[in-house]
Structure formats: structure tokens, C-alpha cells
């Protein structure tokens, strides 16, 4: 017998489902509250409230256990490819060799942009932030493609769609980068796996050979693992909005690229960095940042703390934290940001501020540390978390389309004005 939510609301009592999720997470039902009570709920910032049914990824804010598909994080990121754990998340399982060979072939197939797509890119100033580029870029692929604008089309366009971006992503983000440096653009190369790819698009120049280092490529693989999914996020959310008008999945992509790029998301991972140097360059003081940081009429936080769901240690961290170690260790960088990093984690966490409030290091506090040791300029670590996040909102955009998800409309509580009837302007 499954639970019941009982709600008293003008003397009466109305009843609603319980449901439970197979990690034992219940939800009550409310899609009839309305119909039955003529009420809605308020929740904003959607913190209490489930927009959806899923079964891509688990995470558990307390226990600090996130799991694509079943599998954790840890494992998946010390053992698997990305393009493994994009195929894991998107179809559901991890490939046998031949699913993997295929996918990995029809990705490498498709790293091509159409040449009419370059000169957009000339049209960009060089100060622009690749954000902005990559958001514009992944809609306009919708244009090339006239044939992915019906999401529903058949599970072959879709599929093929999914491909082609998974696939020139990388491409479109490296050369925002080398239009930015005003720097020849560097074509794929078919011989390299999906990380050495993109490396060498961002580094190679025409004019001398170039050796992907295989700590840095394996760094990135595992950088864009912890980075591939995160349920319902704010991003997530858009992408999963976006497409519940069945817009088409390019379109979608770029709102989610849009969301992403905010400083509260996606984009604290750039805010951290350009925190630390700031810190650095006011001599390192990290117990003036913090008191700063806990005071409210100061605008400061601690970027990098902090999360919506975890309120214990975000597990993609702890894995970053021990890989910028080892990273630095490898290719024999000293940077002191990641001192300063320590040193203001240590004490954060020692702090009552942001201990009663359970305010620890998130995704993107150790991600921009690894990133500048791998060469990656500091206006694109949200690309990075872009690539990363990439399988993870197609997967969650294949889900919401394929379950007949409705369309996405909140509704709202009036609080202006009145009836009031209108005034000549002479009157007014
Ligand atoms: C990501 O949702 C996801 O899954 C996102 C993500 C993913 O993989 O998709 O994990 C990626 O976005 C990680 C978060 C990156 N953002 C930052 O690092 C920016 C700094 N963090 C904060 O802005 C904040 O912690 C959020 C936005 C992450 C979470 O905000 P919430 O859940 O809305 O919490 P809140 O703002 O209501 O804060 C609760 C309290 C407040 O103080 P009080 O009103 O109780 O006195 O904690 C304080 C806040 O002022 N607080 C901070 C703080 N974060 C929260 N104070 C100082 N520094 C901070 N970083």
C-alpha cells in the first residue's frame, strides 16, 4: 500500500500519492493539487520542488554519492573514457567494444564544422567571451542542419544529431579560442582520441609539430567525467525546459550553454581563479577574504562554496583537489593559487560562518587550478564545463522527449496591482 500526503486546506482534507524513487527518495505528488484545492505551491528557486522522473543520475546532497546510471563517480572517472561515459549516460549502459568502436568512429566523423561557419566567427571581436561565442554557435548549427529542427523526427536524425554535437563541440569551442588569439584555425585529426583532439586544436600551431601530453589528456578525461551530468541543475533545467516546446536539441544545448555561463553556476569556475589572483594580488590574506565573504552588506562570497544539494563535500572535489596534485605534481608547476586555495578551504571549513550553514568546496573550486596547469586560459573554464556537461544534457533532453514530458509552465502567485480603469494622460 503506497503512502499517503494528507493536506487540510478550508476544513477539508484532501489526499495525495506518495511516490518513491529506487534510492528510496519520496516525493509527494501534487499534478492534481490545483484541479482539487485551487491552490498551487510557492518554492522559489524549485529547492523543495521535483520537476521530474529520471533515471540518469542519483545524487545524494547528505552522503555526498553522486552515480551516472548506477555507477559512482569514482569509479567511472578512474576507469572510463569520457566518450564511454557519454555513451553510458545518453543510451543507458556502458558500450561493449564494438557499441564503443562504433560511437567512438561516428563521433570522429562528424568533428568537422561547415567551412560556411568560420566566417562567423571572424565577425566576433577578439575580447569576445567564448561563452557568448559557443551559445551562438551550437544554435546556428541548427541551420546547417535543417533536418534536426523536428526533434521527433525518427530515433536515426535524432541519434545523428546527437553525434554531430557531441562531436563539433570541441571543434566550435577550440576555435572561439584561436579566433581570440587570432590564430590560425586547427582542423581535427582523426588519429586522436576525443580529449588529445580537442587539445590539439587548442595548442597546435600550423607551423611546428605538436605531442599531446598524456598527463594533461588524462587529466582532461577526467575533468569532463566528473563534469558529464548532474541531474536537475540550473542548466539541466533550461536545457530540459527548452526542449518541452520541442525545440530542437541544438537550440536547447544553447540555452543550456547560456545558463551555465552565469557566476553562480557554470561560471564559478573562471570566478575562482580571478578570486585567488585577486586575493594573491592583495598579499593572501585569506581571513580578510573570509570575513568579507561571510559579511552581508559585503557583495564578496566565496566562490567555489557552497552548493544547492550538497550539503556535505561535493564528491567531484575531492577527486579534483587529489588530480590538481598530482597534475601539478607531474608537469613540476608551483602554483601558488592553489596554496591560497588550501589555505582558504582550511579555514572556511574550520569557520562557524560557513560550517552552520554547510558551505563546502564545490566542482568548480579546484577545477580552474587544473585547468591553467593543462594551458587552458582562464575565459575558458566554462567551455570546459560545457564539453563536460555536454552528455549529460542530451541525455537528460533524449529522456524528457522520449517520456512525452508536457511542456514546462510554472505557474505564479499575483502580487501588483488591482483592476484599475486607464487615465488620459493629461489626467494622470
Ligand atoms: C555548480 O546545482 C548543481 O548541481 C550545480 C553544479 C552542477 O554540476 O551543475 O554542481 C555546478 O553550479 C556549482 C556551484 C558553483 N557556484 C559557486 O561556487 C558560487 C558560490 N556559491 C553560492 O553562490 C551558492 O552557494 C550557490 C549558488 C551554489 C547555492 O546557493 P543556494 O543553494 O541558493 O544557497 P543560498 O544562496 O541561499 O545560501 C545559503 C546561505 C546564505 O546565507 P544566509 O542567508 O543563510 O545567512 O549560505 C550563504 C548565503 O549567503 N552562502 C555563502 C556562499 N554560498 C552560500 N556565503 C558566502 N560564500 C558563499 N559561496
Redesign the pocket.
Known amino acids: 500500500m503506497s503512502e499517503i500526503a494528507k493536506i487540510e486546506l478550508d476544513g477539508k482534507t484532501f489526499e495525495f500519492p506518495v511516490i518513491e524513487g529506487t534510492e528510496n527518495e519520496k516525493a509527494i505528488d501534487i499534478s492534481k493539487l490545483r484541479d482539487a484545492t485551487g491552490y498551487i505551491t510557492l518554492d522559489p ?1 524549485y ?1 523543495n520542488t521535483g520537476a521530474t522522473k529520471s533515471s540518469i543520475t542519483y545524487l545524494d546532497g547528505e552522503k555526498g554519492i553522486l552515480h551516472y546510471r548506477g555507477y559512482s563517480i569514482e569509479q567511472l572517472a578512474e576507469k572510463a573514457s569520457f566518450i564511454e561515459v557519454a555513451y553510458l549516460l545518453i543510451y543507458g549502459n556502458l558500450p561493449n567494444q564494438t557499441d564503443l568502436d562504433v560511437f567512438t568512429n561516428s563521433i570522429t566523423k562528424h568533428t568537422l564544422v561547415h567551412e560556411d561557419m568560420k566566417q562567423f566567427f571572424e565577425a566576433y571581436p577578439a575580447k569576445a567571451h567564448p561563452m557568448g561565442v559557443l551559445a551562438s554557435m551550437v544554435c546556428s548549427l541548427s541551420t546547417f542542419y535543417p533536418e534536426s529542427l523536428d526533434p521527433n523526427r525518427s530515433p536515426e536524425a535524432k541519434d545523428l544529431t546527437i553525434l554531430r554535437l557531441l562531436a563539433k563541440l570541441p571543434t566550435l569551442a577550440a576555435w572561439s579560442y584561436k579566433n581570440a588569439m587570432r590564430h590560425p584555425f586547427m582542423y581535427p585529426k582523426n588519429d586522436l582520441d576525443y580529449c588529445s583532439n580537442f587539445l590539439h586544436m587548442m595548442f597546435a600551431m600550423p607551423t611546428e609539430d605538436y605531442t599531446v601530453d598524456p598527463v594533461v589528456s588524462n587529466a582532461l578525461n577526467k575533468l569532463l567525467i566528473l ?1 558529464a551530468d ?2 536537475q ?4 533545467s533550461t536545457v530540459r525546459i527548452v526542449g518541452s516546446s520541442q525545440a530542437n536539441l541544438y537550440a536547447s544545448i544553447s540555452a543550456g550553454i547560456s545558463a551555465l555561463w552565469g ?4 561560471g ?1 569556475n573562471q ?2 581563479i580571478e578570486m585567488l589572483e585577486q586575493i594573491h594580488a592583495d598579499g593572501g590574506d585569506v581571513d580578510k577574504w573570509v570575513t568579507k ?2 559579511d ?1 552588506e559585503d557583495p564578496f ?9 550538497y550539503k556535505n563535500f ?1 564528491p567531484r572535489a575531492t577527486i579534483i583537489k587529489k588530480a590538481c596534485d598530482d597534475v601539478l605534481e607531474k608537469m613540476g608547476i608551483n602554483d601558488p593559487m592553489l596554496e591560497i586555495a588550501k589555505k582558504l578551504e582550511k579555514v572556511a571549513l574550520e569557520d562557524e560562518y560557513f560550517k552552520s ?1 554547510n ?1 563546502y568546496p ?3 573550486f579546484y577545477s580552474g587550478i587544473i585547468y591553467r596547469a593543462l594551458g587552458i586560459p582562464t575565459e575558458m573554464f566554462t567551455v570546459m564545463f560545457a564539453i563536460g ?1 555536454l552528455p549529460g544534457w542530451i541525455a537528460q533532453w533524449k529522456e524528457m522527449t522520449e517520456n512525452n514530458e508536457p511542456i514546462g509552465r510554472p505557474r505564479q502567485i499575483y502580487t501588483g496591482a488591482t483592476p484599475r480603469e486607464y487615465v488620459s494622460i493629461e489626467k494622470r
Open positions: 528557486g529547492k563534469h548532474h541531474e541543475n540550473c542548466s539541466t557566476p553562480l553556476h557554470g564559478a570566478a575562482v565573504a561571510k552581508k562570497r566565496l566562490m567555489g562554496f557552497g552548493h544547492r544539494v561535493d550553514r558551505l564545490n566542482v568548480d556537461r
